[in-house]
């Protein structure tokens, strides 16, 4: 490891996430939510500290803190969401991303008035205006919500925000994203965790011992089987914990137009899909944040992408280089200058 890849490490030490390492204090996304919806209602758990690798062309060539450690996301389990959308599609569940979502699940929220308009695309590009409640929460706790790397709402959190037509406007909405994970629960007639094992972490060699855990009420009736739905993220307890190396080798399968030992886990087609910038929202694709003309991160190329979750939690694909890059527990107002410093050291010639 080199003297620049060192510097990178403790710099990351030094700006830690400003969330306690105990849920016992500040920690977590619906605090700042209005009541009634400023509660927990799934399981959450005390944090590591700040964790990282580096992966450049399939060799780990730096990582800190606790990288084995299954700890929670948050939004990145968004982009897990999206492979499974992806294993949909390349089973020919989900043939068509612009088919209204209501036409292949009915009955679950998309058949009344402009709902029976949504496509899975607008679900997706989180571009869906969808109006309901799912598991307790209604879509109007996440109305007019603000989020670092997107542009700024007019109006305070909560608020009865006018819906406009699906496709239209961009919201970062965290029960849209839970009814979203509803419909694949739906597609699949499986739990999501199950298939996701059985599609993704097993066939790349992940370990076993991530969970992808649902809210206590988030149990439906699926062809006679109880079986959880789980959420998009931590936002009200729950979501997905996992290690840094694990997200590490989804990231490589993503680097690698969806290959890992030899396999095809998930359609370059897809893949390439997913990184395809929303027309109202380019600096988004399907799920996942897009370095669209360097404005998210300037610091590193435009061909980045990444998953973000609140904490902060990154995974950062770097296309050009053959690199993957994971970092936990980081105070997010300094991630672009992480990612600059980290690019320096995986760019200086080696000793």
């Given at each position: 490891m080199?003297?620049?890849?060192?510097?990178?490490?403790?710099?990351?030490?030094?700006?830690?996430?400003?969330w306690?390492?105990?849920?016992?204090?500040?920690?977590?996304?619906?605090?700042?939510d209005?009541p009634?919806?400023?509660?927990?209602?799934?399981?959450?758990?005390?944090?590591?500290?700040?964790?990282g690798?580096?992966?450049?062309?399939?060799?780990?060539?730096?990582?800190?803190?606790?990288?084995?450690?299954?700890?929670?996301t948050?939004?990145?389990?968004?982009?897990?969401?999206?492979?499974?959308?992806?294993?949909?599609?390349?089973?020919?569940?989900?043939?068509?991303?612009?088919?209204?979502?209501?036409?292949?699940?009915?009955?679950?929220?998309?058949?009344?008035?402009?709902?029976?308009?949504?496509?899975?695309?607008?679900?997706?590009?989180?571009?869906?205006?969808?109006?309901?409640?799912?598991?307790?929460?209604s879509?109007?706790?996440?109305?007019?919500?603000?989020?670092?790397?997107?542009v700024?709402p007019?109006?305070?959190?909560?608020?009865?925000?006018?819906?406009?037509?699906?496709?239209?406007?961009?919201?970062?909405?965290?029960?849209?994203?839970?009814?979203?994970s509803?419909?694949?629960?739906?597609?699949?007639?499986?739990?999501?965790?199950?298939?996701?094992?059985?599609?993704?972490?097993?066939?790349?060699?992940?370990?076993?011992?991530?969970?992808?855990?649902?809210?206590?009420?988030?149990?439906?009736?699926?062809?006679?089987?109880?079986?959880?739905?789980?959420?998009?993220?931590?936002?009200?307890?729950?979501?997905?914990?996992?290690?840094?190396?694990?997200?590490?080798?989804?990231?490589?399968?993503?680097?690698?137009?969806?290959q890992?030992?030899?396999?095809?886990?998930?359609?370059?087609?897809?893949?390439?899909?997913?990184?395809?910038?929303?027309?109202?929202?380019?600096?988004?694709?399907?799920?996942?944040?897009?370095?669209?003309?360097?404005?998210?991160f300037?610091?590193?190329?435009?061909?980045?992408?990444?998953?973000?979750?609140?904490?902060?939690?990154?995974?950062?694909?770097?296309?050009?280089?053959?690199?993957?890059?994971?970092?936990?527990?980081?105070?997010?107002?300094?991630?672009?200058?992480?990612?600059?410093?980290?690019?320096?050291?995986?760019?200086?010639?080696?000793?």
């Amino acid at each position: 490891m080199n003297t620049l890849m060192q510097q990178a490490i403790q710099f990351a030490n030094e700006h830690e996430s400003t969330w306690d390492r105990s849920v016992k204090g500040n920690f977590g996304v619906h605090l700042n939510d209005p009541p009634p919806w400023n509660r927990l209602l799934g399981p959450i758990h005390d944090r590591g500290p700040v964790s990282g690798v580096v992966v450049v062309d399939g060799k780990t060539v730096a990582s800190w803190g606790e990288p084995e450690r299954a700890d929670l996301t948050f939004s990145v389990a968004k982009l897990y969401l999206a492979i499974l959308a992806g294993v949909a599609h390349d089973r020919g569940l989900l043939p068509d991303v612009d088919e209204p979502v209501g036409k292949r699940v009915p009955g679950i929220g998309f058949d009344e008035g402009q709902n029976a308009d949504i496509t899975w695309r607008h679900l997706l590009q989180q571009t869906s205006e969808w109006e309901g409640e799912r598991f307790g929460v209604s879509d109007q706790a996440d109305r007019y919500r603000a989020v670092t790397f997107g542009v700024p709402p007019d109006g305070k959190k909560g608020d009865a925000r006018p819906l406009q037509r699906p496709g239209t406007y961009w919201e970062y909405n965290d029960v849209r994203i839970n009814q979203l994970s509803y419909a694949l629960l739906h597609l699949f007639r499986k739990p999501l965790p199950e298939v996701f094992r059985e599609a993704v972490t097993r066939p790349i060699g992940a370990s076993e011992d991530w969970q992808w855990v649902g809210y206590d009420t988030a149990w439906v009736e699926i062809d006679g089987q109880r079986m959880p739905s789980v959420p998009g993220g931590s936002h009200w307890g729950g979501g997905m914990s996992i290690s840094a190396r694990d997200q590490a080798l989804i990231g490589q399968m993503l680097l690698a137009d969806g290959q890992a030992n030899g396999k095809q886990i998930l359609s370059r087609e897809w893949i390439q899909a997913m990184r395809t910038p929303c027309a109202i929202a380019p600096y988004y694709g399907y799920l996942i944040w897009l370095n669209h003309e360097g404005r998210v991160f300037p610091s590193v190329p435009a061909s980045s992408f990444f998953g973000v979750g609140a904490g902060s939690s990154f995974t950062w694909v770097e296309p050009e280089r053959k690199m993957v890059v994971i970092v936990r527990w980081l105070n997010s107002a300094h991630a672009d200058a992480l990612f600059g410093k980290i690019l320096a050291a995986v760019d200086a010639p080696q000793a």
